[in-house]
């Protein structure tokens, strides 16, 4: 028989040490949902203390090679990571800025960087006309492309001096009918072919911007657009022109004396103005102007370079309109004292010749010459004779266009065409609607070249039409049709029966028309993506949305945007213009903007939550750690004072399409492109927006001196109130931008683009 006995103690404490443990086991599991979120915590805070000094080394390299560096400069750096991983984000993030030519005025903008067609503005202060958008090209990837007319001639092209070049070779290709052959130019160099309509279309796709010329027969001129045209005149001082094989003689004018040096690869020189009178003078304009007048000859094509010491027009006239006897080819279209074609105040060169005066309104209207008025019926013209001796303002009443011809054979001849006749010329002609070299409305004399001087007919006139934009529906008083961007442009010839104006207004989109009449001609073919431009007329009050000319990409993949941007599709970096009504001035340049994207090097990791980062790109260093809070660490760059001057050098920093990315060790390799000056000007107020998660925070900081202010805690959001502080001022605390505060006084403003390269290897140097 068994006998068994329990032992009450020995169970009791058996059943106290599985108590004590499982009371152990919950503490320490207390303990460590405790201590783990903090463990997390201080490997995020290890993992921002890694990247940040080597996410602001970067930053400081970028910004050096941006504002110091010449083209061909690099810096190499090698990045560690801890546990995170690097990434490149090319779409999310980019600036803007901004600037007013007006007192009393401000520019501002939203979603100008969303990828799509549509963004808003808003400028009360003024009656707004019309907003002209260009490509900046702002990375080196964003080709330049050059659509040639479909008219006979031949072309020359050379690369535009920048503030620093591209070094070495510049590498394009020509496409003629669908098929491209690439070619190598020096910087110096003029390239020469000839186009005609029997091979295609013709295109001109190229690395850095160039200056494009097309000639014909034998003889021409035109107005040379500046390297950096001046807002607000479109004037300049500096000048790049590929010369063709011939005898060319350089006419400058200008509201103040100056000097200028020219330079071609054979030969050089320099000269001084000499002033000449002018009569009906509008206020605030000089009674005297200064000209200079020069010639080169050229045995094959050069490349003229050349600069004046004060703000300038050109006019280039060759071969038989050398000599300005009133009987040769060339005709210009004429800018107004504020940098457009349609206005009220013209003064036109300084050049024996006549000029066309056309009337697009319906109303009829009147143009004072020399304190005598002349009659101008509803969308019609009058020609008269121009000589230097009697040189005058020209006031319209209201708006008007005017071209100056070489030709003056045919002024005052009754017969059919005399009007518009000349023995040839080629010429864009700037749309009535716009002032500009694209819009919505045209109305002029159509020009005519068949016969002679006394018993002129139409003769062979051409109409070659480009779409502004991704299409463009147009229709005239006798034809319709519609131009797509990706389809070939279309020309056609006036009808021999055609007399007087000729109208042509798009219901959609935009257009450029070349006007090609006779054998002989010149102008410059304007880049694709320059002065595409659109119609407003009204007064924005408050925001309003304006159409894109460009495709929107903003649901495509980021491979595809990229290859958009290197054909035009849409912009890389934006120059926007706005012109409107100032006082009797139609097309006044009142604002002026640029907007840039800019790709962003990431770095992410994880602390107690998930997809943290420290970022950088544009100079500026930030990060979301701790808790998705937005915190600048390094500020956007920019340059401040002495008194009311501001300069800017943005980075724009594209990562080669070879980069690699991941968790590993990484050599950088940064280089600049190209810096590009995009604008030096004195201006009434200067804006900087920035767009995507960081914005808010940004201007904020890039505001934080402000506080200081007495006037400002005084008066807070009162910028008129603000006497005590020169610097940024975010007005809001909830808007993503900031407005550079002076006194009232004008903001001597300087902004330049740094295109870079970034190329990532994995596994740096040791």
Known sequence: MIRRERDEEAVSAAIATVLLFAGVISIISGMMVTVIPVIDELHGAVERENMVGQMDDYAVETSRLSESGTPGD???????????????????????????????????LEGVLDLDENMRLRHAEHHIESICATDLHASAESLHHYRIPMLNGTITSTPINALTTLLGSNQFSIE?????????MQTDEVWTTEVQTTQGESWIHSEMPQRVVMWRGNGGAFLATPDQPIPGTEEGRSWTIPLTPNSHAIHIEADSPFTLEWKTDSQSGSGTSSSISVSQ??????????IWEGEIQTSQAEKLTLRTSANARLILHWGDALELDGSGPGAIPWLDRGGAATGVHFRPPAMDGSILIHNPNVDA????????????????????????????????????????????????????????WRPGSLALMPASDTGRMSGGDWNFQVPASGGDSETPTMGATQVALQSAGPSASWFTSSMSGQIDHSNPATAYQVNGSHTGHW???????ALRIYVA?????????????????????????????????????????????????KDGSHFFGVKLTLRGVVGDEPHVTIGSAWALHLPRLTYTFDSSVTDLQILTHGGFVGTNHPEFRADVLVSPPSREGPGPRLAATVPVTMPTE???????????????????????MSTYEVRRGWSGPYAI????????????????????????????????????????????HAGGQSVLFNLQVASLTCHAESGGAS
């Open 503 to 509: 109208s042509m207004e798009t219901s959609e989109g």
């Open 658 to 680: 070879n980069s690699e990315t991941g968790n590993s060790e990484q050599e950088l390799t940064l280089t600049l492109d190209v810096r590009d000056q995009v604008a030096t």
């Open 74 to 108: 690099a810096a190499t750096m090698n990045i560690r990571p801890h546990t995170g991983t690097l990434s490149w984000e090319l779409l999310q993030g980019g600036t803007w800025y901004s600037a007013t030519h007006q007192p009393d005025s401000s520019f501002r």
């Open 517 to 565: 009449t006779g054998d002989d001609g010149a102008t410059e073919i304007i880049e694709d993506g320059a002065e595409r431009c659109v119609n407003i007329d009204l007064r924005a009050s408050g925001w309003i949305d304006i159409g894109l000319p460009w495709d929107s990409v903003s649901n495509w993949k980021d491979g595809e945007i990229r290859n958009a941007w």
């Open 176 to 184: 003629q009918n669908g098929e491209s052959t690439h070619f190598t």
């Open 365 to 420: 209207t009147t143009a004072k010459i020399n304190d005598l008025f002349h009659s101008i019926g509803s969308q019609s013209s009058i020609r008269l004779p121009w000589n230097v001796n009697s040189m005058s303002w020209i006031e319209g009443s209201d708006p008007i266009q005017v071209e100056w011809l070489l030709d003056a054979q045919t002024v005052g001849e009754t017969a059919a065409h005399s009007t518009g």
């Open 697 to 740: 925070a940004i201007a904020a900081e890039s505001s934080a001196e402000v506080e200081f202010s007495s006037d400002w805690l005084a008066f807070p959001g009162q910028l008129d109130m603000l006497n005590d502080y020169v610097g940024w001022v975010q007005t809001s605390p909830t808007i993503p931008e900031v407005v550079y």
């Open 281 to 290: 003078t509008p206020t605030a304009e000089q009674e005297q102007i200064h």
